[in-house]
């Protein structure tokens, strides 16, 4: 068995560390003796998302969000409109979460169209929204997710996408409506930045079950001993409750 991960832009998108998330993808393959190879595409690279079985993109500032503009028109937003109808799988950070959506609209006013493969828009604004946060996930029984937001940019979720699941501490998708990223077909959207998957290694185990069954019907995942990664998550909810009490 094998998995071919596509990293999107790995050198223009990468806050905080994010690409760890697709080592983390990676090292739970091997760990149980599944092959992964990993392809990064970035600016003027073409895309054929026939080739890959799960897509990561990063988070990155206004700026890079900017510069990405231009290579995003054409082919390359068709090929990830396509993979997503097609069920691959995505984790999208961020910037690259909004990527995904209609539009952003920076907190200077500057218009940024982007790829429309979910049904969101994305409003910047002064203030921004930082700091370790932690949400429920839908998909997972309301399990928590930990993670570290930093954006300005506020995400409104059209009646096409539906959110990861509530907020419990911290902002999520806007600081108003108490909601944290988007789920679509097998999309992952979300505003967790850096170590997002080893820390919550439900999550990754998720994506890469969505990748497996797509690819190998009938496959299960052998358990791994997560005792790090769950005394890393209890860390941060411990902490993030005690503030909560404060
Ligand atoms: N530029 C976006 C914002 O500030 C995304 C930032 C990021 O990826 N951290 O909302």
Not at 55 to 68: A, K, R, S
Not at 82 to 97: H, R, T, V
Request: hydrophobic share 35%; net charge negative; with cysteine.
């Amino acid at each position: 068995m094998e998995l071919k991960i596509c990293h999107l832009y790995p050198d223009i998108l990468n806050l905080y560390g994010d690409r760890g998330n697709v080592t983390c993808l990676k090292k739970r393959l091997e760990w149980r003796g599944i092959d992964c190879t990993v392809e990064g595409i970035s600016i003027g690279q073409k895309l054929d998302a026939s080739q890959y079985d799960l897509f990561f993109i990063g988070g990155g500032q206004d700026f890079e969000q900017e510069v990405l503009l231009e290579d995003l028109r054409g082919d390359k937003s068709l090929q990830i409109k396509s993979a997503i109808e097609d069920e691959k799988p995505f984790l999208a950070i961020c910037g690259g979460y909004q990527i995904l959506g209609s539009y952003y609209k920076t907190w200077d006013g500057q218009q940024c169209d982007f790829i429309g493969a979910l049904d969101l828009y994305t409003i910047g604004h002064k203030d921004r929204m930082i700091g370790n946060y932690m949400y429920t996930c839908d998909d997972l029984e309301g399990q928590t997710v930990v993670g570290f937001e930093n954006h300005s940019g506020k995400t409104y979720l059209g009646s096409g996408v539906r959110p990861i699941g509530r907020v419990l501490s911290g902002f999520g998708n806007n600081g108003e409506d108490g909601f944290e990223g988007a789920r679509y077909k097998n999309v992952y959207a979300t505003y967790s930045h850096g170590c997002l998957l080893p820390k919550n290694p439900a999550i990754a185990d998720m994506l890469l079950r969505w990748a497996l069954e797509r690819k190998y019907p009938n496959v299960s995942l052998a358990a791994l001993d997560d005792t790090l990664e769950h005394g890393a998550h209890s860390y941060m909810e411990a902490r993030l409750r005690a503030a909560q009490n404060h």
